[in-house]
């Protein structure tokens, strides 16, 4: 009886968990507002993201979504804001603002 000619499978890689899908490990969200509107003129735009998130990580998920490289990240870290509801009062959540400066803002395509 003979072998019958098969394909040779492909060895599979090894790919860095961390890497797959970066825009969703670190939740990269849009803010449009009227101060992130504003810098659009100047080729910024602001995004949400966790607060683990580092600039590395943050310019991987763009690149990986947008398929554009941003020129320059600089991150604000948020202070929580007092909310009150009657008499209890309470408090909005840390987070991260990642300010992104990429060479043409129109390739991104983000306002509503």
Do not use: C, H
């Not at 810098?39 to 991987?60: D, E, H, L, T, Y």
């Not at 941003?70 to 840390?94: D, F, H, L, N």
């Amino acid at each position: 009886m003979a072998k019958k000619d098969t394909p040779k499978k492909e060895k599979a890689t090894k790919v860095d968990a961390r890497q797959i899908n970066m825009a969703a490990r670190i939740k990269l969200m849009p803010l449009v507002t009227e101060k992130s509107v504003k810098g659009q003129f100047v080729n910024q735009v602001v995004f949400r993201v966790i607060r683990s998130a580092s600039k590395g990580q943050i310019a991987q998920a763009i690149a990986e979504v947008y398929q554009v490289k941003p020129v320059r990240i600089t991150t604000a870290v948020m202070k929580p804001k007092e909310r009150r509801r009657g008499m209890s009062v309470g408090y909005t959540s840390k987070w991260k603002k990642a300010y992104v400066k990429v060479a043409d803002v129109a390739a991104l395509n983000i306002l509503p």
